[in-house]
Each structure stands twice: as structure tokens, then as C-alpha cells.
């Protein structure tokens, strides 16, 4: 009896199922908030030159102040050479009206300190790189629960950051709480334990509770203006991950494909008796004489030329996803107005289409959806070139935010089937490596998309108001066009081993015919 077949049996969905997926919920409800705060406490904090306090600004007695309306330059007049000249502003004088305190007010990070931004966002999306590298390497050998019980420690860190005393301590606490902003190794173990038709429901379900929780960050965001209240208030909830040790079970999949029968066994049981179902006395279930080790498993991703190739393309389609999601949707108050109206309106129109692909999640097939996606993202870029160099770009303002708005729609649908995607695609034993690996991939693409994003005051073109979404949208050409030669999974059977691959591989197409020839 193949795994799927024994889940099914004893429950696809029941009250076992459940309760696991609403201990992944819980991490993904902080793991958003926590990414996306530095929006509202990292935005521009309106602030002017400090006029008052020569010695302040170096002015000696000699001069008198001409103007103080530059933010990062001061004006005055040498009344010994009658000349202007302009001075470095060492203080600022920061507007409280809107934010009452920010990291930019408290660190003093705007002129020549205004790097420090990035360098804060960098050393977030650092950590979460290293953890995704820490799961590829001992995700898929020591288990799923271990280690998302390791990361999910990382989130505590969190609290730290509200007395952080510099920059640079904010930063590293960033970085600490990027390690523990890893939900993949736990929602692995929750699309583990669930049947073929429930794995969908199982991955989207998390991402709408991430969309969810970014609408409560804003709404948090909007009543709460001094950074450390709020960062205290989103970060106190992290401490209840240290429970997650004693209530969190291993993944019986997991287990499985490891060759530990007894732990196995005792896993299915508590799901029978948790799904009010029987277990088969004489169950028999179809395995693996020896339970492969990682490297005997990777070892024939590296002598098949198809497989080699499925995984390079699947790792450059989350690549794509992250560079298009970090070029146009995190900077949300680049888009000009209300940040807080900005957000709420992307939210809230991602969350209806996240909900749709849930309703969905069954029906339709996965390589069609994110293909249809890139289509739709790359048809959007073309509007935002054409607006770019062709219109009033204030006056057609509102064709670039809604263009803006239903790109980040699209790519994040996109990722959301992506994971389900990927997930069937590889197989248990290593599933970890795969998933690990994808969104290092990701990662990669979110912190080079900043740099895209600035070539247009970097790169001396005629058209480089447009560069920018120019690259995107070849970016999300190729990506739709590449995952044109991947299978479909949807109703398929998830692989235990990476024979699984091996001999479905080999029996679709002879090893001689091209790559390109059939699909990966």
C-alpha cells in the first residue's frame, strides 16, 4: 500500500490534521509581521537640517546662518570672505506629527547614515539565507520537528530589537530574527501528514494567514507610531514557539521514508485514534529495502540530465519570484500618498485572490497557474514601460500603482502554488534540500532586486526611467516560458525516494532524446 493510500485511509484531513496545521499557522501569523515591519518603522521619516546650535553644525563666529531648508546640507554666510557656502548637517530635527519615533529618528539614519537602511534589510534577509542553508544541510537527516523547533528559538530574539542601544545591535538582532523567519521546514511537515487532495488547502492556507497578518500589522502600525511599542507588541507573542518542542509531532511521512518503523507505527496510531478510524492489523506498506542517506539521494539529481535541469529551472522560478516581489511591492511607500492606504490596499486585494486559489487549489493545475502568472506579470511590466516613457507619469499615477498592486497579486499567488508545486515535484527523503534551497534561491533574488530597482539613477540611457521594468518584465518572460517543459502534479502520487524520479524519468523518454524534446 503506497503512503498516500495509508493517509487517506486513516484520514486525509481529520482533527489530527487540524490541530498540526493550526500550530504551522501560528509561526506564519509572526513570521509576516516581523518581515514586513520595516515598513512602517524603516519609511521616511519626514526631517529638516537643525538651524539651532552653531557649534553644532560647525558655523564659526564669524558666520550667520542663510538657510537650514536643505535635510542634509546647511547654507551660511562668511562675514569675513563674503561668501555662501554650504556645511554638513550633523543633527536633524525629526516631524513627530506622523511618527512619533522611528530607528531613522532614534540612530540618526538619513544623509550619509541613510545606507544603514538597506544594510538593515540586507542582514534580515541574510539570516533567513543562512537558516534556509542550515535546513538544506541537516533538515532532511535529523528530521522536520528538530529542526523547526531550532529555528522557530531564532524568533524570540525579536524582542531584543526594541533596546537595541545602535544601529549596529539593531541590525544583528535583525539578522538572529531573519534565522527563526523560516516557516518552510514546518509547513514541509504539515503537507506531509495530509492526503493528495488536502496538500494544496495545506500549503495556501499558511500563506493567507501570512496576508492576514500583515493586515493586522498595518492596523497595529496605524494606531501605534513609536517603533519600540510596536515592536514589543508584535514581538512578546514569539516566546510561545518555546512550547513547541512538547507539542509539535514528527512528520509519519518523514519517519517513513527513514526506515523507523516503530516510530512510524506509534505515529499512526495517535492519527487513528485522534481521526476515530482503525489501523489494518496486517498494514503492509510499500518501502525501500534500505533507507537512502541524503548524498545516495542527490547522487542521481547530478547523473540525469532531466532531473538536473527540473531542479535548476524549479530553483530559477523562485528566484524570479522573490526578484519580482522585492522590486515592485516591498517599498510600498515609493508609490507616493498613504503608506498605511497603500498597504492595506495590496493586502486586502491579495488576500481575496489567495482565497480564490484556495477555493481552487483542487481544480486547478499547478504549472498552468504559475504560468498564467508570469504571463499576466509580464504583460503588466510592458504597462509599466509604456507608462514610464510615454505618459505623464503624475498624472497617469494611478495606471502605475495598480499596476504595481496586481504584480505583487500575481507573484505572490504565484509563490503560494509554487510550494505545493515544488513539494511534489521532489521527494520525501530529501524534500527538505529542495525546499531549502528554493528559497535561498529566493532570498537571492529579493536582495538584488533593490540594486535593479536604482538603475534608473545609476545607469545613464535614454530610457532609463523605464530600466528597471524592463529587466522585470524579462525576468518574468523567462520564467514563464522555462516552467512550460515541467510536469504537472496535480492528483499525482508525492515520491518517497528519488527512485521515484529515476524510473518515471526513464520511462517517459529515452536518454538519448534532447532535454527540450518532452518534458523535465
Known sequence: MHFDEVITELGAFGPYQRRVLLLVLYPCFLYSMYTMIPVFIL?????????????????SSNSSLVTAKEICHIGYYD????????????????????????????????????????????????????????????????????????????????????WAPNVYVFAALRFLTGIGCN???????????????????????????????ELTLC????????????????????????????VL???????????????????????????STTLPDALQITKELKPPSVMSELKPLFQSRRLLVRWIVNTYTWFVCGFLFAGLSLNLGTLGGNV?????ICVLTELASQMGCLCLSNRLRRKAVIVFFFAICSILCFILIFTTLYLDTVKWYWLLAV???LIRICISD???????YTSELFPTSIRSFFISAANVSYMSGGMIAPYIAYMNETVDVSYRAALPAIVYASVSISGGLLNLNLPETLNKPMPQVMTDLTNEADNKTDNNDPVWSTKL
Open 414 to 420: 504565484a509563490s503560494t502554488i509554487l510550494f505545493t
Open 183 to 213: 516557516v518552510g521546514q514546518i509547513k514541509i511537515l504539515v503537507i506531509e501528514i495530509v492526503g493528495p487532495s488536502w496538500r494544496a488547502f495545506a500549503a495556501i492556507l499558511p500563506d493567507v494567514i501570512y496576508t492576514l497578518a
Open 340 to 344: 498605511y492606504l497603500n498597504f492595506s
Open 249 to 275: 509531532p514528527e512528520s509519519v511521512r518523514w519517519l517513513h521514508a527513514k526506515g523507523k518503523d516503530g516510530k512510524t507505527m506509534n505515529s499512526l496510531r495517535r492519527m487513528s485514534r485522534s481521526n
Open 403 to 405: 499596476a504595481t498592486i
Open 219 to 246: 492596523c497595529l502600525a496605524f494606531f501605534i507610531r513609536d517603533w519600540k511599542t510596536l515592536q514589543i507588541v508584535v514581538s512578546v507573542p514569539s516566546v510561545l514557539c518555546l512550547l513547541y518542542p512538547l
Open 79 to 162: 562675514n569675513f570672505t563674503n561668501l555662501t557656502s554650504e556645511l554638513a548637517c550633523t543633527s536633524w530635527v525629526f516631524d513627530t506629527g506622523e511618527l512619533i519615533s522611528t530607528p531613522i529618528s532614534d540612530f540618526q539614519l538619513v544623509c550619509e547614515n541613510a545606507i544603514m537602511k538597506s544594510h538593515i534589510g540586507m542582514a534580515f534577509f541574510l539570516g533567513v539565507v543562512v537558516s534556509f542553508l542550515f535546513v538544506a544541510a541537516v533538515g532532511d537527516s535529523l528530521g522536520r520537528k528538530p529542526v523547526a523547533c531550532i529555528i522557530m528559538l531564532f524568533l524570540c530574539f525579536s524582542v531584543g530589537s526594541a
Open 43 to 59: 519609511t521616511d521619516h519626514t526631517h529638516t537640517c537643525n538651524s539651532y546650535g552653531n557649534a553644532s553644525i560647525g558655523l
